[in-house]
């Protein structure tokens, strides 16, 4: 015991510097060098839903880059339910669980270029626990640009699930502090979300 307590010691003291980036909620138009595995791990949070409040522990995303401009992403949410609830109600679920591939298509500014960088996101939503059963489909365009010490990211997504039909659309926006995923760590401080979602009615047999 004590050997593996010391070893840690020595690697978090011999470690180099390194960064995160997790500026906002939602995505950027950047995606992870060829061969680099980055994983995003939020330990905890508070979720409100209408009069429900849930513990999300743990949030997962995982970005695999493949190919050059090229990531593959896996993530996925465990909800707590915090408080009463119905006895025949589940406490825990597993939400946004999704497997995509993401890809940029013109280098900008987060790859150290001039003007916007541009990105597009597809996947398939898989089926989630005690939440909404089958799996679907997303798809996603993302832009961001810097402003001097800024970077701007605003994304458009699109969303269908089967089987109930539902179609859901997302528009979302968010300003940050430093330079995103070129190296160095920033900060978010406003963000905005838009979101629309309609089912299709039963089909009649």
């Not at 790859?111 to 909404?132: F, H, M, W």
């Not at 798809?139 to 990211?153: D, E, K, M, N, Y």
């Amino acid at each position: 015991m004590r050997r593996c307590v010391l070893a840690g010691v020595v690697v978090l003291c011999t470690a180099s510097a390194s960064f995160a980036y997790r500026p906002f909620d939602g995505t950027d138009a950047a995606v992870a060098e060829r061969g680099v595995l980055e994983v995003e791990l939020g330990p905890a949070g508070l979720l409100r839903l209408g009069p429900d409040r849930f513990l999300v522990a743990p949030a997962l995303i995982a970005n695999l880059g493949f190919a050059d401009r090229w990531e593959l992403v896996l993530e996925g949410r465990q909800h707590l339910l915090l408080g009463s609830a119905p006895p025949d109600e589940p406490r825990s679920r597993l939400v946004d669980t999704a497997v995509s591939v993401k890809s940029v298509l013109r280098e900008g500014a987060l790859q150290d270029r001039r003007g916007p960088s541009v990105a597009a996101e597809v996947g398939v939503l898989l089926p989630t626990v005690n939440d909404e059963p089958g799996i679907g489909a997303q798809a996603a365009g993302i832009v961001s640009q810097r402003f001097g010490p800024l970077t701007a990211h605003f994304t458009l997504q699109r969303r269908w699930r089967a089987p109930s039909g539902s179609i859901s659309s997302a528009a979302s926006s968010s300003k940050a502090l430093g330079a995103g995923r070129s190296g160095r760590s920033s900060k978010s401080f406003r963000s905005w979300r838009a979101r629309s979602e309609r089912r299709s009615a039963p089909s009649q047999g």
